[in-house]
């Protein structure tokens, strides 16, 4: 059974470019959660999405950030007009369930140049 | 808002000493889960606590839940090489809903072992 799968690992971008970060859950699991994390810092949860809804978006900047989950496909985090202090790695969980535990992939490490 | 503070921030030990690392909520919690997370990787689940008073082991590790289910410790004894890596607590309030899904972790204890 493949863990959660997020592409790319590693993102570079230049200032006002947008980025767009992939994650596939764990088969049977279809609750998606995204957290940012900054360098020496503890992850902050930023979106929890189900199957075509956002569920919470309370920790997840109001500007130039938005994620989706399609009926079809992986989840999406966008990031557009990429600065400087949104360099940090982001994790995508998922679970098969809201009690459930939350799977972490590996992360894509984004750096804004 | 909901904080989670953990301590120390970093830990260095020799091969064969106890380890321990202390979480501490502003808020009464649902549960605790505790992640380890090695250098360039991922978190990577090790335990969930939800009972008051709650004591789990897991060979070497043990992990508490306070009386009061504000504050959690996790207890390495005679650490190994292989212990390296930050441990993270987060740690879960209901919503309206009574779902425990939104999780706020501590800034984590990294902990470096001398062979």
């Known amino acids: 059974n493949a863990g959660v799968m997020q592409n790319p690992r590693h993102l570079v971008r230049r200032r006002g470019q947008e980025a767009r970060l992939r994650c596939s859950p764990m088969?049977?699991?279809?609750?998606v959660y995204w957290y940012r994390q900054l360098p020496e810092e503890g992850l902050k949860f930023m979106v929890y999405l189900q199957k075509e809804n956002i569920i919470d978006e309370s920790g997840m900047p109001k500007e130039r950030f938005s994620a989706e989950f399609p009926k079809e496909g992986p989840s999406i985090l966008r990031i557009q007009q990429v600065v400087r202090g949104d360099s940090a790695a982001y994790f995508c969980?998922?679970?098969?369930?809201?009690?459930?535990?939350?799977?972490f992939g590996p992360g894509t490490r984004l750096t804004v140049t | 808002g909901q904080q989670v503070m953990q301590i120390p921030q970093y830990q260095h030990v020799q091969e064969g000493e106890d380890f321990t690392t202390y979480c501490n909520s502003s808020t009464t919690l649902s549960n605790i889960q505790w992640y380890k997370q090695r250098p360039g990787g991922h978190p990577v689940f090790l335990i969930q606590?939800?009972?008051?008073?709650e004591v789990k082991k897991q060979k070497r590790l043990t992990f508490q839940f306070g009386e009061a289910k504000k504050n959690s410790s996790l207890h390495i004894t005679a650490t190994q090489t292989t212990d390296v890596g930050t441990y993270f607590c987060?740690?879960?309030?209901?919503?309206?809903?009574?779902?425990?899904?939104?999780?706020?972790f501590g800034k984590g204890t990294l902990l470096t072992v001398n062979p």
């Open positions: 088969k049977g699991h279809s609750h």
């Open positions: 606590l939800v009972k008051s008073g």
């Open positions: 987060a740690g879960s309030t209901p919503d309206s809903g009574g779902s425990n899904y939104k999780l706020t």
């Open positions: 969980a998922s679970s098969s369930g809201l009690r459930e535990k939350q799977y």
